[in-house]
């Protein structure tokens, strides 16, 4: 897959099938427009194209709202990159962009930069200034410029919508489960390896202090969680606590991993954790040993889960 910083930067040259979205969180609702893009693509003899937009245009318009999205750009380019797209356009949100109209954006954006023959919308999206236009005028502009318009209706996503907001709000109140059926993979948090207090080594459980830069990012519910990560292309199996270790007096919120049947410096390391289920949420405990016992029994059932799903 090609990855483009903005529209400006696209050098395709064969005629496209195109779909458009924010594509925040890939979830299973997204990965069935997106087969239909593929396979259109294929069958017509042009490359596939997504158009996406980034920062997310509520964090542009709407500064004061603290959105968070599940995904990082990055993230959100490794999963579309795993599907099988020819090229991925994004293209950098601003107010003036906000202010494209339908008729601009189409003419200048689809049709004469990405040379689109089909574009393929999901059932509720809308574009262009103030988010006027819908498939009626797509479909419209298509007549005048030549391109194909498909809509994928809600009934083809799923029986049950699927929607980044429900995503969203499972991850918040610590339904794992739900959140990873909708995305089809595993929930994710990257960042760099950073020095901690130290207080897992002393407990006997060395963890990774995961440090995120994206401020955006959608961090799950306080709890502890059964990770997985790839390190020097080996699958590391782990538990994870999001919180603030109210045993030991922390006053903010760290995501440490103690990694089972691992033994290395990771301090500078960027990794990739994927979150597989939930174990329980974090407690305060009336004792450094009750919290130990706490991890032993943790790690037990994470080794349990690990066996089960192997």
Do not use: W
Request: aromatic share 8%; hydrophobic share 35%.
């Amino acid at each position: 897959m090609q990855t483009y910083a903005s529209s400006a930067q696209y050098k395709g040259t064969q005629p496209t099938v195109v779909t458009i979205g924010t594509f925040d969180g890939v979830h299973a609702g997204h990965r069935v427009l997106l087969g239909r893009l593929t396979d259109d693509a294929k069958a017509m003899g042009c490359e596939s194209v997504i158009f996406t937009m980034f920062p997310h245009p509520r964090m542009v318009l709407q500064p004061d709202v603290d959105i968070k999205l599940i995904q990082t750009i990055d993230e959100r380019e490794a999963v579309l990159d795993r599907v099988g797209i020819d090229h991925l356009v994004i293209e950098p949100f601003t107010k003036e962009f906000s202010r494209m109209s339908a008729e601009d954006f189409v003419q200048q954006l689809l049709v004469e930069k990405l040379n689109a023959k089909k574009v393929i919308i999901g059932y509720d999206h809308r574009f262009g200034r103030n988010r006027r236009a819908d498939v009626s005028d797509l479909r419209r502009l298509g007549e005048e410029f030549g391109f194909e318009v498909e809509e994928v209706g809600a009934q083809e996503v799923d029986a049950i919508t699927v929607s980044s907001t429900k995503i969203r709000k499972a991850l918040m109140e610590g339904d794992l489960d739900t959140a990873n059926t909708y995305l089809a993979d595993p929930f994710t948090l990257t960042g760099t390896i950073a020095k901690g207090r130290g207080l897992g080594r002393q407990l006997g459980y060395p963890t990774a202090n995961l440090e995120i830069a994206e401020n955006y990012k959608l961090i799950p519910k306080n709890g502890v969680y059964i990770v997985k990560s790839q390190i020097d292309k080996k699958s590391v199996f782990g538990v994870m606590n999001i919180g603030n270790n109210p045993t030991v007096g922390g006053d903010k919120t760290t995501i440490e991993t103690y990694f089972m049947d691992f033994e290395a410096d990771l301090y500078g390391h960027k990794l990739q954790i994927e979150l597989l289920s939930r174990i329980r949420d974090e407690q305060r405990f009336g004792s450094t040993e009750e919290l130990t016992a706490a991890i032993a029994k943790d790690q037990k059932i994470a080794e349990a889960y690990v066996r089960s799903h192997q």
